[in-house]
């Protein structure tokens, strides 16, 4: 059934355009949610559709501009639609000790880890391509124990993704619903800093609440958590609540 949507509808006319350019049949779209918050994990929603059979799901939209619950119940449709999905998340310490555009890439490998059929290449919302596998340097050839991260099939960044093309709207949803509800659930063991209502961003009310109680583990503790100005370089990557 069709659900009231705020916007322009979306297309699969990226994902038809990247299919052709090497004749793939499963395609990939990525989008994250959280790269900007101060507390909990950056999140990567991953869907994946067959070219041959996908039907159009104009309907879909980027998840910020969905209300929680239509977002909510079109998840299982979205689930549906697409043959490989999942959420990848990486944790407030990852994100501190790898940064945040190679905690994006690790979450990201976990989502498409996920999908019950992998991609034969994707597409990423945005100007940048974090998703791919970057080149080993030395020190990651030295730890035997590192989990591996990145994708090594073709990615195409599409700056706007989520308003325009359905399989990166798609994923926005997955992840956004699902970073949602683990910021909810945090909220009952860390009430003072109103994750229910701001989902860890940078909002006054939370930035006071650090102030007055100090940080706790879910928070990013490389990133300037009490001060608007003078970001940390992964705040300055993107603070918009997505």
């Given at each position: 059934?069709?659900?009231k949507?705020?916007g322009s509808?979306t297309t ?6 990247l ?5 793939y049949?499963?395609?990939g ?7 900007g ?7 990567v929603g ?8 996908v039907?159009?799901?104009?309907e879909?939209r980027d ?8 977002r ?11 043959v ?7 944790t407030?310490g ?6 945040i555009?190679?905690a ?15 991609a ?9 391509d974090?998703?791919s596998a ?15 991260s990145?994708?090594?099939i ?6 706007k993704?989520d ?14 619903v699902?970073?949602d ?6 909220a009952?063991?860390?009430p003072?800093?109103g994750?229910?209502?701001?989902k ?13 109680h ?8 490389s990133w300037?958590?009490t001060?608007?100005t003078?970001k ?11």
């Amino acid at each position: 059934m069709p659900r009231k949507t705020k916007g322009s509808p979306t297309t699969l006319e990226h994902e038809r355009a990247l299919a052709a350019s090497g004749s793939y049949r499963y395609v990939g779209a990525v989008d994250e949610v959280g790269r900007g918050s101060l507390a909990g994990p950056v999140s990567v929603g991953m869907v994946v559709i067959d070219i041959e059979a996908v039907t159009e799901y104009p309907e879909l939209r980027d998840s910020k501009m969905l209300e929680p619950q239509v977002r909510e119940s079109m998840v299982e449709a979205i689930r549906s639609w697409a043959v490989g999905h999942g959420v990848g998340h990486a944790t407030p310490g990852e994100i501190d000790r790898l940064g945040i555009t190679a905690a994006l890439r690790l979450a990201g490998t976990r989502a498409a880890a996920q999908c019950a059929i992998q991609a034969q290449a994707a597409l990423v919302d945005g100007s940048y391509d974090w998703l791919s596998a970057k080149e080993a340097d030395l020190f990651d050839l030295l730890e035997a124990d590192t989990e591996p991260s990145g994708l090594q099939i073709p990615v195409r960044t599409l700056i706007k993704g989520d308003m325009t093309c359905q399989a990166i709207a798609a994923a926005s949803i997955l992840a956004k619903v699902e970073r949602d509800g683990i910021m909810t659930a945090a909220a009952q063991t860390h009430p003072h800093y109103g994750w229910e209502v701001n989902k860890g961003y940078a909002t006054a009310s939370h930035r006071a609440a650090i102030t007055e109680h100090g940080p706790c583990a879910l928070h990013r503790m490389s990133w300037r958590l009490t001060s608007e100005t003078k970001k940390t370089e992964s705040e300055a990557m993107g603070s918009g609540k997505d």
